[in-house]
């Protein structure tokens, strides 16, 4: 008996690997329940959560701290628009690793 906290990710719920299931693009919300992967665990989330943070702060430390009180500006203006680049392309990545089934790829 499976417990209402059933983890989707499970090879028989997903629509890949299903024989006898054809995907229909009009199918019921509680279908397509079947075939989200994404799983809300307590430690998963605490990570994924700790990560953010994380990413945030450094990039609070690095434009406030380091990069405003420097006396070059270009210095500054470089640096730190190629950190943010960095910053929301790291939990750009982040985001979309946590939402994609594995599988799929």
């Given amino acids: 008996m499976q417990s209402s906290g059933h983890r989707f990710r499970d090879i028989e719920h997903h629509p890949l690997l299903a024989e006898n299931d054809s995907y229909d693009s009009s199918s019921s ?19 994924a959560v700790m990560t953010w943070f994380l990413v945030v702060y450094a990039d609070f430390v690095v434009t406030f701290v380091m990069l405003l009180p420097s006396k070059d500006f270009w210095y500054s203006v470089i640096n730190g628009v ?5 910053a929301v392309l790291a939990l750009s990545s982040h985001l979309r690793t946590m939402l994609t089934d594995p599988v799929s790829i």
Avoid: Q, Y
């Fill in 82 to 86: 190629l950190f943010n680049c960095l």
């Fill in 29 to 47: 919300e509680a279908d397509m329940a079947d075939r989200v992967w994404f799983i809300r665990d307590g430690c998963g989330m605490v990570c």
